[in-house]
């Protein structure tokens, strides 16, 4: 099994589409893994047919391809494609040792024997999160179906800790957000799988017992040699919001660890732009306009703001129509205008795609004339 990852840190040019439009000749602009780490597809391969139903047995829904109308653009992943992998499969192990677990002895040594790597982990994606450059997420982690509680994980440890890095924490505050983001969903592990993909209602037994996943991830997380209160409370306070609606405990405004406010926004957004077995995945326009209509309710407004200004609502490669008819591809985004992306307007008519004779770019923060209006598949 080919366990080599690429470590290149330069940024690519490439967009992301599904499967449904993948078409032959394209070439692939970002390695694929299958969820045990091995490479399934390798970046710059030209697509093949017989390539989308290998995709679509591994659960892979979506790819990122090189575009050749965007070639000189650059976007990088916050952390790198090592780091990330590395930070799965170490969730995925401790996970799998939980779930295998019968008694506490054996959940204890299951986790306590990762003690140092996930001391190394941790320090790792706060090392590369504080050399990066990107100032917006720009990059959507693609994940096969299976994937996806330990992809959730690493995406919301990167996410808080991103925002926290934004909003001048420390680095020990840092070290507290990415271990606690990581093992916030430590509490799942006790809960069949049937049931978090459940598509229909609840029943009251089923209910409870989704919601006490927090308190059981932190008795869990508190027998571990990694242990600190702070990075407790997130664990333990990620589903709390702020005008009291969330669980386990009902807390409210300034109850709510700040720490597990900025897990909790990043674990709802991570959550809606996933593909679940029960529904399709929101795209990030969606779920950033959701988050400013009625985030308030539920977060802290000021670390909310923090959270939205780093999210790209229109990721690079987004084929957008814009209210004058026009369309093109997002080639940059404005930290702090997450609606409001540069544009490279290419097509005259963004239904029909008639090619402009002369492409030009512009900056929607700065021509506040023109709104996107829609999304181009």
């Not at 602009?29 to 780490?37: L, P």
């Not at 991570?270 to 308030?296: F, I």
Request: with cysteine; proline share 5%; hydrophobic share 40%.
């Amino acid at each position: 099994m080919d366990l080599s990852i690429d470590t290149r840190k330069e940024g690519e040019q490439m967009r992301k589409i599904s499967l449904g439009q993948l078409e032959p000749g394209m070439l692939l602009g970002k390695d694929i893994f299958s969820n045990t780490g091995q490479i399934l597809l390798r970046a710059g391969v030209e697509m093949k047919p017989r390539y989308l139903n290998y995709l679509e047995q591994a659960g892979i829904e979506y790819i990122y391809i090189q575009d050749e109308r965007i070639a000189d653009v650059t976007i990088d992943d916050p952390i790198s494609e090592k780091t990330r992998h590395q930070a799965r499969f170490m969730v995925r192990d401790i996970t799998k040792g939980l779930q295998t677990g019968d008694s506490q002895n054996k959940v204890k040594k299951s986790i306590n024997v990762q003690d140092r790597v996930i001391l190394d982990t941790v320090n790792r994606i706060i090392d590369e999160l504080l050399d990066s450059r990107e100032a917006v997420v720009q990059l959507e982690d693609i994940r096969s179906k299976d994937d996806y509680l330990f992809a959730h994980s690493v995406n919301c440890a990167v996410l808080a800790t991103l925002v926290a890095k934004k909003m001048k924490y420390k680095n020990k505050e840092l070290r507290w957000v990415a271990a606690g983001s990581l093992f916030h969903d430590l509490g799942m592990t006790g809960i069949p799988e049937k049931l978090l993909n459940k598509p229909g209602q609840l029943s009251e037994d089923e209910f409870n017992l989704i919601t006490g996943h927090p308190l059981q991830g932190f008795e869990i997380f508190r027998t571990t040699d990694v242990f600190d209160a702070r990075a407790g409370a997130i664990v333990l306070q990620h589903h709390e919001r702020y005008q009291g609606q969330g669980y386990p405990k009902g807390l409210s405004g300034k109850e709510i660890n700040p720490l597990a406010q900025l897990c909790a926004i990043a674990d709802v957004y991570d959550a809606m732009t996933s593909e679940r077995p029960y529904r399709k995945a929101c795209p990030p326009y969606e779920v950033v306009e959701m988050l400013m209509s009625r985030g308030e309710e539920l977060f802290d407004v000021t670390i909310l703001q923090h959270f939205l200004s780093v999210i790209a609502a229109y990721p690079v490669g987004f084929h957008v129509l814009l209210s004058s008819g026009e369309s093109g591809l997002v080639i940059a985004n404005n930290p702090g205008f997450t609606l409001r992306p540069v544009v490279r307007v290419l097509y005259k008519n963004g239904r029909s795609l008639d090619p402009l004779p002369q492409p030009y770019e512009i900056d929607l923060s700065q021509a506040l004339d023109l709104t996107i209006v829609e999304v181009i598949e």
